[in-house]
């Protein structure tokens, strides 16, 4: 991590790039280091693509994974403490063998604290060769489907406050796709394909332009907003 600490300022520097984004990140390697420079380095996006997979202690040591809820928060809150704008997405797996309910309710409890932008919520499922496949403790795919759509229905909700909770935010918003005199893009805190998008009403722009805008609601996790400014950028491909 140390190297893509070094990394990232070289590429943002380079001419022709105007965003660069880092996705699927591992909690237990983020270094105070590379924090600072995914939240404060211009031209590197403030996007965290944090691959949290549960918040139950017990059940990620089961996972050999590391961290608890109260370290992730904690990560988190170093985002936000150096980037309070900054996109946070993850994914979570419920269902794993051996996960209690009270294993459950850690991880609820986690995403309503942790008001994440954007989380994928997958039910445990048998790998062939794999050490879970073997574990005590394994649940019925009803249970598992039960467990996935609670958590689901939950985050529905989470990800929807979350983005109204940017209503008045200035984003720049790269131009993605033009649809009924609709211009739809994404600014710096979604990641393309995986998150939502913003939708810029009336707005004319080439596909790879930006458009600095002001966004005035939300619709799930897709903002709509106002364009400020439109500002030419096409390059030989677009950043994303």
Known sequence: MRALERLLPSLAAIAGIDRVR????QPA????????????TPGVAPYFDLSFQHASGPLLRRMRRFGDAEAFLELVGSVRSLAPTAGIRSNVIVG????TEEDVQTLTDFLVAARLDV???????DEDGTEAADLNGQHSQNEIEQRRSHVD?????????????????????????QSGGTALGR???????????V???????????WVEALVVDSAGADLVAEPLALVDVVASGPSR
């Open 153 to 177: 229905q939950l985050v529905e909700s989470l990800v929807s406050d979350r983005a109204a909770e940017r209503v008045g935010e200035r984003v720049h918003v790269l131009v993605e796709e």
């Open 119 to 125: 989380v994928g919520v997958f039910g445990y499922s």
């Open 187 to 197: 600014a710096a805190h979604q990641g393309p394909e995986v998150d939502g998008v």
């Open 199 to 209: 939708e810029l009403p009336g707005v004319e722009a080439p596909i790879g332009s």
């Open 96 to 99: 794993f063998p051996g996960e």
């Open 22 to 25: 880092v996705s699927y990140l």
């Open 29 to 40: 390697e983020m270094r105070p280091g590379l924090v600072e420079v995914l939240a404060t």
